[in-house]
Protein backbone atom coordinates (compact mmCIF):
# COMPACT_ATOMS: atom_id res chain seq x y z
CA UNK A 1 0.00 0.00 0.00
CA UNK A 2 1.03 3.49 -1.25
CA UNK A 3 0.17 6.72 0.59
CA UNK A 4 1.00 10.16 -0.93
CA UNK A 5 0.73 13.59 0.18
CA UNK A 6 2.30 16.96 0.66
CA UNK A 7 4.52 17.58 3.44
CA UNK A 8 2.31 17.98 6.96
CA UNK A 9 -0.78 16.85 5.78
CA UNK A 10 -0.85 13.39 7.93
CA UNK A 11 1.25 10.63 6.14
CA UNK A 12 3.27 10.43 9.58
CA UNK A 13 0.67 10.24 11.89
CA UNK A 14 -1.13 7.55 9.90
CA UNK A 15 1.36 5.32 9.55
CA UNK A 16 1.98 5.86 13.59
CA UNK A 17 -1.44 4.70 14.07
CA UNK A 18 -1.67 2.41 11.67
CA UNK A 19 1.26 0.52 13.56
CA UNK A 20 -1.02 0.96 16.84
CA UNK A 21 -3.98 -0.58 15.30
CA UNK A 22 -2.12 -3.59 14.19
CA UNK A 23 -0.60 -4.09 17.86
CA UNK A 24 -4.12 -3.13 19.58
CA UNK A 25 -6.70 -5.30 17.85
CA UNK A 26 -10.30 -4.62 18.08
CA UNK A 27 -11.86 -7.81 17.02
CA UNK A 28 -13.38 -7.05 13.85
CA UNK A 29 -10.54 -5.43 11.59
CA UNK A 30 -7.85 -6.41 13.26
CA UNK A 31 -8.49 -9.96 14.97
CA UNK A 32 -5.19 -10.56 17.07
CA UNK A 33 -1.87 -8.46 17.28
CA UNK A 34 0.92 -8.85 15.11
CA UNK A 35 4.03 -10.46 15.98
CA UNK A 36 6.16 -8.73 14.13
CA UNK A 37 6.35 -5.25 12.30
CA UNK A 38 9.34 -2.95 10.94
CA UNK A 39 8.51 0.74 11.21
CA UNK A 40 11.10 3.43 9.38
CA UNK A 41 10.54 6.25 11.33
CA UNK A 42 13.13 8.60 9.59
CA UNK A 43 15.61 8.22 6.67
CA UNK A 44 18.05 5.28 8.60
CA UNK A 45 16.24 4.62 11.95
CA UNK A 46 14.53 1.38 11.83
CA UNK A 47 12.58 -0.37 14.85
CA UNK A 48 11.51 -4.19 14.72
CA UNK A 49 9.14 -5.10 16.58
CA UNK A 50 8.96 -8.93 17.31
CA UNK A 51 6.70 -10.88 19.80
CA UNK A 52 7.20 -8.28 22.20
CA UNK A 53 10.02 -6.86 22.22
CA UNK A 54 11.32 -4.01 20.57
CA UNK A 55 15.31 -3.90 18.81
CA UNK A 56 16.43 -1.19 17.15
CA UNK A 57 18.24 -2.07 13.61
CA UNK A 58 21.29 -0.25 12.90
CA UNK A 59 21.60 -1.55 9.12
CA UNK A 60 18.36 -2.23 7.10
CA UNK A 61 20.49 -4.67 4.74
CA UNK A 62 21.27 -6.92 7.10
CA UNK A 63 17.21 -8.04 8.15
CA UNK A 64 16.59 -7.96 4.65
CA UNK A 65 19.66 -10.07 3.01
CA UNK A 66 19.97 -12.92 5.88
CA UNK A 67 17.52 -15.89 5.95
CA UNK A 68 17.06 -15.45 10.01
CA UNK A 69 15.79 -11.77 8.88
CA UNK A 70 13.58 -12.67 5.82
CA UNK A 71 12.16 -15.98 8.27
CA UNK A 72 10.61 -13.29 10.43
CA UNK A 73 9.58 -10.67 7.58
CA UNK A 74 8.49 -13.37 5.10
CA UNK A 75 5.18 -13.96 6.33
CA UNK A 76 1.13 -12.83 5.86
CA UNK A 77 1.15 -11.89 9.78
CA UNK A 78 4.33 -9.78 9.33
CA UNK A 79 4.12 -5.91 8.67
CA UNK A 80 6.89 -2.93 7.21
CA UNK A 81 5.71 0.07 7.52
CA UNK A 82 8.25 2.86 5.97
CA UNK A 83 7.66 6.73 6.34
CA UNK A 84 9.73 8.17 3.54
CA UNK A 85 10.58 5.14 1.15
CA UNK A 86 11.04 2.07 0.97
CA UNK A 87 14.67 0.64 0.93
CA UNK A 88 16.04 -1.08 -2.75
CA UNK A 89 14.73 -4.42 -1.36
CA UNK A 90 11.88 -5.42 0.56
CA UNK A 91 10.43 -8.83 1.78
CA UNK A 92 7.26 -10.53 0.86
CA UNK A 93 5.50 -8.85 4.21
CA UNK A 94 2.31 -6.78 3.59
CA UNK A 95 4.14 -3.29 3.07
CA UNK A 96 2.87 0.52 4.09
CA UNK A 97 4.60 3.29 2.39
CA UNK A 98 3.90 6.76 3.17
CA UNK A 99 5.61 9.46 1.40
CA UNK A 100 5.84 13.24 -0.24
CA UNK A 101 7.02 12.15 -3.78
CA UNK A 102 8.46 16.20 -4.72
CA UNK A 103 10.88 15.70 -1.61
CA UNK A 104 12.82 12.67 -3.10
CA UNK A 105 16.42 12.24 -4.13
CA UNK A 106 16.81 10.27 -7.24
CA UNK A 107 17.78 6.77 -5.45
CA UNK A 108 14.74 7.05 -3.33
CA UNK A 109 12.24 7.61 -6.21
CA UNK A 110 13.46 4.97 -8.42
CA UNK A 111 12.99 2.39 -4.86
CA UNK A 112 9.49 4.18 -4.83
CA UNK A 113 8.52 3.91 -8.23
CA UNK A 114 9.63 -0.12 -8.11
CA UNK A 115 7.40 -0.55 -4.80
CA UNK A 116 4.34 1.39 -6.76
CA UNK A 117 5.14 -0.96 -9.50
CA UNK A 118 3.92 -3.78 -7.59
CA UNK A 119 1.13 -2.47 -4.81
CA UNK A 120 -2.14 -2.93 -5.00
CA UNK A 121 -3.74 0.28 -3.13
CA UNK A 122 -2.04 3.61 -4.09
CA UNK A 123 -3.09 6.88 -1.93
CA UNK A 124 -3.03 10.36 -3.06
CA UNK A 125 -3.97 12.65 -0.23
CA UNK A 126 -4.89 15.69 -1.10
CA UNK A 127 -3.54 19.61 0.30
CA UNK A 128 -5.93 20.63 2.96
CA UNK A 129 -8.65 23.15 2.28
CA UNK A 130 -8.37 26.55 4.37
CA UNK A 131 -11.52 25.41 5.83
CA UNK A 132 -10.21 21.72 7.21
CA UNK A 133 -7.07 23.56 8.39
CA UNK A 134 -9.93 25.37 10.95
CA UNK A 135 -11.60 23.12 12.03
CA UNK A 136 -8.27 21.03 12.42
CA UNK A 137 -7.01 24.09 14.65
CA UNK A 138 -10.41 24.71 16.26
CA UNK A 139 -10.36 20.89 17.91
CA UNK A 140 -6.85 20.36 18.31
CA UNK A 141 -6.18 23.79 20.04
CA UNK A 142 -9.18 25.23 21.41
CA UNK A 143 -9.08 28.19 18.58
CA UNK A 144 -11.73 30.31 18.21
CA UNK A 145 -13.46 32.94 15.47
CA UNK A 146 -10.99 35.84 16.52
CA UNK A 147 -7.88 33.13 15.43
CA UNK A 148 -9.14 32.84 11.63
CA UNK A 149 -7.58 35.81 10.46
CA UNK A 150 -4.21 35.08 11.45
CA UNK A 151 -4.79 31.44 10.19
CA UNK A 152 -5.39 32.27 7.34
CA UNK A 153 -2.58 34.79 6.75
CA UNK A 154 -0.46 31.23 7.54
CA UNK A 155 -1.93 29.09 5.05
CA UNK A 156 -1.54 31.84 2.13
CA UNK A 157 1.82 32.48 2.90
Given at each position: MLLAGTAGIGKTFFARYFMWRLLHPDGSEVK??????????TQDEWSLFHKGKIYLIREI??????????????????WMICDGYPPPNFPKCSILVVTSPGQMQAEQRHSTNRFKKGTICTVYLPPWAPEEVLIAAKEAYNLDESDKVE???RYTK
Open positions: TPLETILYRSSWILSTPTGLNILNRKDALEL
